[in-house]
Structures are given as structure tokens and as C-alpha cells.
């Protein structure tokens, strides 16, 4: 295996003498799941078969077969580990020794159809090895990086169709304008195509992805959605170290030295190819045509393979046969490292041998990969900026992998509180899941924002405050809610005095009572002498019937004096001048009694609604305060956490479930809002 004559790849060090790295080429293979293991997948049903019977045995990393022989690798990958796991296993320690000064390169090897797209490029759920590859750059610049080291990432993406190259990242250069040659600094390389200078690993995807959407990829009879191109992306890394001295940097806010001296400078490349797919021969012309050169240049690079594994033994390597060797070139000459995915369908055998025989070939090569160095004067304004830019990017990253984390916790706690069953999609954040999230939230955000509004208007709005107040005092005044208090008020100590009124007389009844003899005829008090009498007002003094007139048997006009006119008369003229003492009857200070118990009650009552409308107003002053309070600073937005058609996980600053019921409640078109407080002010989140 692998020896080392070199410090650690991301053991970077200022050292003259550049480290070589030797060892073999590192080959696995990828075995694509069979169709039995896909049979809902219809697209999987593309391998030619053949009536070769063989069975294949996997085991420590060797793949068996009682009629081909026994076939050893690096690593033998098989359903259901994830490309994340190739990745880590077979490419990992590849990329970040690129990022420490080594060429490099990964490339799929597979007969069309065996899965070198899936494992190259992979999906939003399986990503493939260049969105991890570009990644894991980042992540180095981030986290592994030696200090004071500078980095500047370029990319550039070419496409091998029908021996021609064309530029994926300018489309419209024509291929005569790239031409591959020798440079001498960074060897062998295609001059004239686009290389675009790019500082996070978003950037550098989309550049990616605008190159695979011009890709040219078409339906065959093996593969429905077949590269009918080699595509080649090229990461470029130029490094800056500076030397021990920088450390001496003075803080920002002061003046950085006007040079810091020699510094050492690398360039690396890391090749990512998903090669196009060696086929038999297709029944449309067209297709057999690029059938014809996919297989040309797979079968050059089988033999610069086939010489390169003879070692010295070799005299000539044909990598100009082809355009593919000739710009894989400084990658194959054995000075870069180099990781080759073989990807094979068990269900073809025919094609199954021809590739393990290939990976078994390339398993022989060895390499002696170069760390490239190159020393250099460099001035030093841009040093920190990019020490700065460096630690932007890892608090940026962090904050990203902060984000998933909380989003898959908060995940995990729903599904385990609340049963619910998150679909695949949503328990793995897709790439473009924040994007959606977003918009989610704004669209939340908004929708609380006019519930809000319209919720504050509705209490503001008069017609509403009358009706919730009318109903407490039976008003038919539509008067403000202050006049309303001030009136009940008044009403509420007209009947004490009244009561007062009412107990004087019952006292000077009973005491008269005592002092007189009882005489005939009773005055039978009956429920109609004082009806529930809505009394507006009370003659409590200074008229004609000295405080002592009050009438009843039916209803008093509002605003009306007691009318004489009555069935009943209570007072000290008719008494005294009319009748004799006998006219109270004896019952009649039991029914006073009750009169006053009677009126007390109103007054409980009134008393009540009173404090209803105590409640009301605070009720009221506190939502205008709060109104104050929201124009003045609107309340902090709503975290969506994750979310699906019918689920949102938010995380609220809001601790009222009463307020965020709320405001999710009141519409039918809203999604199911799942809300954990940030600060819980109940132990199990809520759903509305
Ligand atoms: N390991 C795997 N796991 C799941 N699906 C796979 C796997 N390998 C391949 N497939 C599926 O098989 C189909 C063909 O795979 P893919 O397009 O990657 O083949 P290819 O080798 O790139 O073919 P071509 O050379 O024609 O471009 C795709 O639908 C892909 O998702």
C-alpha cells in the first residue's frame, strides 16, 4: 500500500524541499444495486444482459468468481453505502493532499449505465464525489488550513464530445481556441478555457452545475439518461504560506509591514472526471458515432493504463492518441495522486470482467506525486484580509452546519413527541431547502403581520367596542366606552341611595309599627310592585313627596320620576293623610325587606358588569399599548426550522401558545404549524 515519504499532506510546512508521496494508484469499485434490490426503479432496467453465468462473491475488499479469478482493491463499495461514504473512504485524504500542494485526481471508470454519473455527480439526496470534493476544499480552508496560509480557489470544466473540447463554462468558444499544452508551470493544461475564480463552496457548485446543464447526455438504449461526453472539472488551488515571522503580525487597526518577506506559493489541481460510459454499439447513427470515439478514447486510456503499470518497463505512453489521455496527462504521469472509482452492474458480466480487469491494471501503477513549491516575494495588505476572508468562510460554514444540526434535532424531538411522520424529503435538508424555507417564512411572516393588523383594527374599530360593551349594560346609546363607565357609575350609586332610602324607611316603618296598633285591610305586596325596574333615576330629595315617594306596577319611563299615578303608593302623605295606621299591613316590612335584598342584587349585578367593563378597558389599554409597542419595534421573526406541505417547525419568540394559536388558527388556507417556544413556556410543543 501506500508509503509515505512526506510529512502528513495537510501537515503543510514552509520546508524548500518539497515531499513526494508514493504509493499506488488507490482503485475501488462500486457495485450497482441489482435490480431486485431496485425493482420500483424501472430506470435501473438498462444493462445489457449477458448469458455469461457467473456469481460474484465479494469479501475484504476482493471480488470472486469461480470462472474470472480473483480481483483485489483498494475498497469494494457495495448498496447501501451512500457516495458520502466512498467519498470519505476512497477520495477524502486525496483532496486535501491537493490542498496541500499535490496534484490529483478521481475519476469513474464504468461501462454505460453502471452508475459513474450517480457516483460523480449523485443527487440533492446522495450527493456525488464533486459537490462533497468541493466541500471538503472549503472545509480545509476553513478548519485544516496551516495559518497564515492564503488560498485562491479557480475552476474550469471542459466536456470531451466527438474528440472535440468544448468549454462548459463559455460555450460559445470554439474548440480550435482550446488547445492543449505543456505549461511550464503547471504542466500540461488546456489553454484558452475559462477558469473562474470563485470563494465559497456555493459559488464554486454553481458554477459546476451551470457547466452540467450544457453536458450533452441522451436516452439510449442502456441508459436513459447517458453522458455521451467525457466532462472534466479542474479545481485549481494556488496557495500562499508566509513564513514563522508573520506570526508577529500586528493586530488589526495597525499598519501591516510593508512586505512579509519570502513566502511559498503552490498550485494544484485536482481533476474530477465522470467519463462517458464504454458501450456496444448503439442502433442510431448518431449515437453509434459517439459511441465510436467514447470507445476510442476509454480504450487509450485503457493502454496508457496498460504502460503505465509496466512501470520503467514502458517505452512510450500514448497519451496524445486521445484527447482525454492527453488532458489527463499530468495527472496519469505518475506525479499525482490518483483515486479511480470503477463502477460495475453484476446482472453484465461481459463488461463486469473488462472493467475489473482495467481497475486491476491500474491497481499496479505506481505514482510519486510531488508537492509543488515555489518561492516567492509577496507584499502583505492582503494577508490578514484573507486570514479574515478564511475565518468568515469557517464561521459562515459553521453556522450552516449549526443550522442543520438544530433543524434535524428539532426534527427528531417532533417525530418522537408528536408521532409525526416526516416524508425522506424532509428529514434531509435538500441543497435548495433554505431557499424554500425562506420563502416559506417571509410568506408566514406576512400572513401573521395582516392577521395582526386586521386583529388591532377589529378592537379599535367603535362599532365593535360598543357591541362588546352593550351587551354588558344594555345601553342603547352608542356612547364611548369612558361615557359608558361614567354612567354605570352613576347608575350604581343612584341605587345605593335608594337602598339607604329604602332601610331609613323599613326602620321608621318598623318603629312606627311598634308604636301603632295594627288595623284591617292589607296591602298585598305581589311581584309586580317592584318590577325589575330598569330605574334611571331615583327622586332621592328635595321634591314634592319628601324623598319618600316611589311608585311601581310596570315599567318606568329612563329619565322619569316615580309616577304618582300608580297602583301602589309608598310615602308619607297618602299614609298620613289618606289611611289609617293600619294601612301597613304586616307583611309589608318583609316585603321592603325583600325590596331591599332585591335591589342589592341589582346592584351586585351592575356591580359585575362593571367590573366586566374594568376588564374590557384594561383589556383594551393593554392591546393599545401593545399596538404602541409593535409599530414601534415589530416582534422578532418566526424560525422555520423544517417544514413540509403541511407541517412548519418553527421556533418562536413568542412563549404564548394562545397568541400563536392565534394567529395560526383563524385560517383554513395555513399550514399545521408545529411551535416549540424557545424558551418552552409548556413542556410539549403544540399543534394547531
Ligand atoms: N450505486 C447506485 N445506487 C443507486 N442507483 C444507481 C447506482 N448506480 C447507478 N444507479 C442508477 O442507475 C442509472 C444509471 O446510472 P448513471 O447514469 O450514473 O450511469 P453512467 O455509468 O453514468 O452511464 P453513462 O455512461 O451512460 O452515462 C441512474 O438512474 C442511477 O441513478
Redesign the pocket.
Same mark, same amino acid.
Given at each position: 500500500m501506500a508509503s509515505l515519504s512526506s510529512p502528513p499532506a495537510n501537515n503543510s510546512s514552509n520546508s524548500p524541499n518539497p515531499g513526494t508521496f508514493s504509493e499506488n494508484i488507490k482503485v475501488s469499485i462500486?457495485v450497482?444495486?441489482s435490480i431486485a434490490n *431496485?425493482h420500483n426503479?424501472m430506470?435501473?432496467r438498462?444493462i445489457p444482459r449477458t448469458t455469461v453465468d457467473a456469481s460474484w462473491a465479494i469479501r475484504d475488499n476482493q471480488i470472486s468468481s469461480s470462472e474470472f479469478g480473483n480481483f483485489k482493491f483498494d475498497h469494494v463499495f457495495q448498496?447501501p453505502q451512500p457516495t458520502a461514504y466512498v467519498f470519505d473512504t476512497a477520495v477524502k485524504d486525496l483532496v486535501d493532499q491537493v490542498m496541500a500542494g499535490y496534484n490529483g485526481m478521481v475519476f469513474a471508470y464504468?461501462?454505460?449505465?453502471?452508475?459513474?454519473?450517480?457516483?460523480m455527480q449523485g443527487s440533492n439526496a446522495d450527493p456525488g464525489i464533486i459537490p462533497l470534493a468541493v466541500n471538503s476544499v472549503f472545509d480545509y480552508i476553513g478548519i485544516n488550513s496551516p495559518p497564515y496560509t492564503m488560498f485562491k480557489i479557480k475552476v474550469s470544466y471542459l466536456e470531451i464530445y466527438n474528440e472535440q473540447l468544448r468549454d462548459l463554462l463559455a460555450p460559445s468558444t470554439p474548440a480550435d481556441d482550446i488547445r492543449i499544452r505543456d505549461d511550464p508551470k503547471r504542466g500540461v493544461r488546456a489553454i484558452g478555457a475559462k477558469e473562474i475564480e470563485v470563494d465559497t463552496p456555493e459559488a464554486l457548485l454553481q458554477v459546476i452545475q451551470s457547466g452540467n446543464n450544457l453536458r450533452r447526455?441522451e436516452g439510449?438504449e442502456? *441508459?436513459? *439518461?447517458?453522458?455521451r461526453s467525457h466532462a472534466v472539472v479542474q479545481i485549481i488551488v494556488e496557495s500562499t504560506s508566509y513564513p514563522p515571522e508573520s506570526s508577529v503580525l500586528p493586530l488589526s487597526g495597525h499598519a501591516l509591514p510593508k512586505n512579509l518577506g519570502s513566502a511559498l506559493t503552490r498550485a494544484s489541481t485536482l481533476y474530477l472526471c465522470?467519463l462517458?460510459?464504454s458501450?456496444r454499439a448503439a442502433s442510431q447513427t448518431e449515437r453509434r458515432k459517439e459511441g465510436a470515439y467514447i470507445n476510442k478514447s476509454l480504450l487509450t486510456l485503457g493502454t496508457v493504463i496498460s504502460r503505465l503499470s509496466l512501470g520503467g518497463a514502458a517505452s512510450h505512453i500514448p497519451y496524445r492518441d486521445s484527447k482525454l489521455t492527453r488532458l489527463l496527462q499530468p495527472a496519469l504521469s505518475g506525479r499525482s495522486l490518483v483515486s479511480v472509482l470503477c463502477?460495475v452492474d453484476f446482472s453484465n458480466h461481459t463488461e463486469t470482467v473488462s472493467t475489473l480487469r482495467f481497475a486491476a491494471r491500474a491497481k499496479n501503477i505506481m505514482i510519486s506525486a510531488k508537492r509543488s513549491t515555489e518561492d516567492s516575494v509577496v507584499s502583505s495588505p492582503s494577508a490578514m484580509s484573507f486570514e479574515l476572508a478564511n475565518a468568515n468562510r469557517l464561521i459562515e460554514k459553521l453556522t450552516n452546519q449549526m443550522q442543520t444540526l438544530k433543524m434535524e434535532n428539532l426534527a427528531l424531538k417532533t417525530k418522537a413527541s408528536t408521532g409525526v411522520n416526516a416524508s425522506a424529503n424532509n428529514s434531509r435538508p435538500t441543497s435548495d431547502g433554505s431557499v424554500t424555507s425562506y420563502t416559506l417564512q417571509l410568506k408566514i411572516e406576512n400572513k401573521i403581520l395582516n392577521e395582526r393588523i386586521e386583529h388591532l383594527t377589529r378592537l379599535f374599530d367603535d362599532d365593535h367596542l360598543d357591541s362588546l360593551i352593550g351587551a354588558t349594560v344594555d345601553d342603547d346609546q352608542r356612547l364611548s366606552p369612558r361615557a359608558k363607565d361614567d354612567e354605570s357609575k352613576r347608575k350604581e350609586s343612584e341605587y345605593k341611595a335608594y337602598i339607604a332610602q329604602l332601610e331609613k324607611q323599613v326602620y321608621e316603618q318598623s318603629v312606627r309599627l311598634r308604636t301603632s296598633s295594627v288595623g284591617s285591610g292589607s296591602v298585598s305586596p305581589t311581584s309586580t310592585f317592584f318590577p325589575n325596574a330598569k330605574f334611571s333615576h331615583i327622586n332621592n330629595g328635595g321634591n314634592n313627596n319628601n324623598n319618600n315617594s316611589i311608585s311601581g306596577a310596570g315599567t318606568t319611563t329612563p329619565g322619569s320620576h316615580f309616577n304618582a299615578n300608580s297602583n301602589y303608593v309608598l310615602g308619607k302623605s297618602p299614609i298620613s293623610s289618606s289611611s289609617p295606621p293600619n294601612a301597613f299591613p304586616s307583611s309589608t316590612q318583609q316585603y321592603y325587606a325583600e325590596m331591599v335584598a332585591q335591589l342589592k342584587e341589582e346592584v351586585d349585578d351592575l356591580k359585575e358588569s362593571n367590573s366586566d367593563k374594568d376588564r374590557i378597558i384594561s383589556k383594551l389599554k393593554h392591546v393599545n399599548k401593545r399596538k404602541e409597542n409593535l409599530t414601534a419595534k415589530p416582534l422578532p421573526p418566526l424560525t422555520i426550522n423544517t417544514h413540509s406541505a403541511s407541517t412548519a417547525h418553527i421556533e418562536s419568540p413568542v412563549h404564548s401558545p394562545a397568541y400563536l394559536r392565534y394567529y395560526y388558527a383563524s385560517s383554513n388556507n395555513s399550514p399545521n404549524i408545529l411551535v416549540q417556544p424557545l424558551k418552552p413556556a409548556v413542556d410539549e410543543p403544540f399543534i394547531f
Amino acid at each position: 500500500m501506500a508509503s509515505l515519504s512526506s510529512p502528513p499532506a495537510n501537515n503543510s510546512s514552509n520546508s524548500p524541499n518539497p515531499g513526494t508521496f508514493s504509493e499506488n494508484i488507490k482503485v475501488s469499485i462500486r457495485v450497482k444495486p441489482s435490480i431486485a434490490n *431496485n425493482h420500483n426503479d424501472m430506470k435501473h432496467r438498462t444493462i445489457p444482459r449477458t448469458t455469461v453465468d457467473a456469481s460474484w462473491a465479494i469479501r475484504d475488499n476482493q471480488i470472486s468468481s469461480s470462472e474470472f479469478g480473483n480481483f483485489k482493491f483498494d475498497h469494494v463499495f457495495q448498496t447501501p453505502q451512500p457516495t458520502a461514504y466512498v467519498f470519505d473512504t476512497a477520495v477524502k485524504d486525496l483532496v486535501d493532499q491537493v490542498m496541500a500542494g499535490y496534484n490529483g485526481m478521481v475519476f469513474a471508470y464504468g461501462m454505460t449505465g453502471s452508475g459513474k454519473t450517480h457516483s460523480m455527480q449523485g443527487s440533492n439526496a446522495d450527493p456525488g464525489i464533486i459537490p462533497l470534493a468541493v466541500n471538503s476544499v472549503f472545509d480545509y480552508i476553513g478548519i485544516n488550513s496551516p495559518p497564515y496560509t492564503m488560498f485562491k480557489i479557480k475552476v474550469s470544466y471542459l466536456e470531451i464530445y466527438n474528440e472535440q473540447l468544448r468549454d462548459l463554462l463559455a460555450p460559445s468558444t470554439p474548440a480550435d481556441d482550446i488547445r492543449i499544452r505543456d505549461d511550464p508551470k503547471r504542466g500540461v493544461r488546456a489553454i484558452g478555457a475559462k477558469e473562474i475564480e470563485v470563494d465559497t463552496p456555493e459559488a464554486l457548485l454553481q458554477v459546476i452545475q451551470s457547466g452540467n446543464n450544457l453536458r450533452r447526455t441522451e436516452g439510449t438504449e442502456f *441508459n436513459a *439518461n447517458s453522458s455521451r461526453s467525457h466532462a472534466v472539472v479542474q479545481i485549481i488551488v494556488e496557495s500562499t504560506s508566509y513564513p514563522p515571522e508573520s506570526s508577529v503580525l500586528p493586530l488589526s487597526g495597525h499598519a501591516l509591514p510593508k512586505n512579509l518577506g519570502s513566502a511559498l506559493t503552490r498550485a494544484s489541481t485536482l481533476y474530477l472526471c465522470d467519463l462517458a460510459g464504454s458501450e456496444r454499439a448503439a442502433s442510431q447513427t448518431e449515437r453509434r458515432k459517439e459511441g465510436a470515439y467514447i470507445n476510442k478514447s476509454l480504450l487509450t486510456l485503457g493502454t496508457v493504463i496498460s504502460r503505465l503499470s509496466l512501470g520503467g518497463a514502458a517505452s512510450h505512453i500514448p497519451y496524445r492518441d486521445s484527447k482525454l489521455t492527453r488532458l489527463l496527462q499530468p495527472a496519469l504521469s505518475g506525479r499525482s495522486l490518483v483515486s479511480v472509482l470503477c463502477t460495475v452492474d453484476f446482472s453484465n458480466h461481459t463488461e463486469t470482467v473488462s472493467t475489473l480487469r482495467f481497475a486491476a491494471r491500474a491497481k499496479n501503477i505506481m505514482i510519486s506525486a510531488k508537492r509543488s513549491t515555489e518561492d516567492s516575494v509577496v507584499s502583505s495588505p492582503s494577508a490578514m484580509s484573507f486570514e479574515l476572508a478564511n475565518a468568515n468562510r469557517l464561521i459562515e460554514k459553521l453556522t450552516n452546519q449549526m443550522q442543520t444540526l438544530k433543524m434535524e434535532n428539532l426534527a427528531l424531538k417532533t417525530k418522537a413527541s408528536t408521532g409525526v411522520n416526516a416524508s425522506a424529503n424532509n428529514s434531509r435538508p435538500t441543497s435548495d431547502g433554505s431557499v424554500t424555507s425562506y420563502t416559506l417564512q417571509l410568506k408566514i411572516e406576512n400572513k401573521i403581520l395582516n392577521e395582526r393588523i386586521e386583529h388591532l383594527t377589529r378592537l379599535f374599530d367603535d362599532d365593535h367596542l360598543d357591541s362588546l360593551i352593550g351587551a354588558t349594560v344594555d345601553d342603547d346609546q352608542r356612547l364611548s366606552p369612558r361615557a359608558k363607565d361614567d354612567e354605570s357609575k352613576r347608575k350604581e350609586s343612584e341605587y345605593k341611595a335608594y337602598i339607604a332610602q329604602l332601610e331609613k324607611q323599613v326602620y321608621e316603618q318598623s318603629v312606627r309599627l311598634r308604636t301603632s296598633s295594627v288595623g284591617s285591610g292589607s296591602v298585598s305586596p305581589t311581584s309586580t310592585f317592584f318590577p325589575n325596574a330598569k330605574f334611571s333615576h331615583i327622586n332621592n330629595g328635595g321634591n314634592n313627596n319628601n324623598n319618600n315617594s316611589i311608585s311601581g306596577a310596570g315599567t318606568t319611563t329612563p329619565g322619569s320620576h316615580f309616577n304618582a299615578n300608580s297602583n301602589y303608593v309608598l310615602g308619607k302623605s297618602p299614609i298620613s293623610s289618606s289611611s289609617p295606621p293600619n294601612a301597613f299591613p304586616s307583611s309589608t316590612q318583609q316585603y321592603y325587606a325583600e325590596m331591599v335584598a332585591q335591589l342589592k342584587e341589582e346592584v351586585d349585578d351592575l356591580k359585575e358588569s362593571n367590573s366586566d367593563k374594568d376588564r374590557i378597558i384594561s383589556k383594551l389599554k393593554h392591546v393599545n399599548k401593545r399596538k404602541e409597542n409593535l409599530t414601534a419595534k415589530p416582534l422578532p421573526p418566526l424560525t422555520i426550522n423544517t417544514h413540509s406541505a403541511s407541517t412548519a417547525h418553527i421556533e418562536s419568540p413568542v412563549h404564548s401558545p394562545a397568541y400563536l394559536r392565534y394567529y395560526y388558527a383563524s385560517s383554513n388556507n395555513s399550514p399545521n404549524i408545529l411551535v416549540q417556544p424557545l424558551k418552552p413556556a409548556v413542556d410539549e410543543p403544540f399543534i394547531f
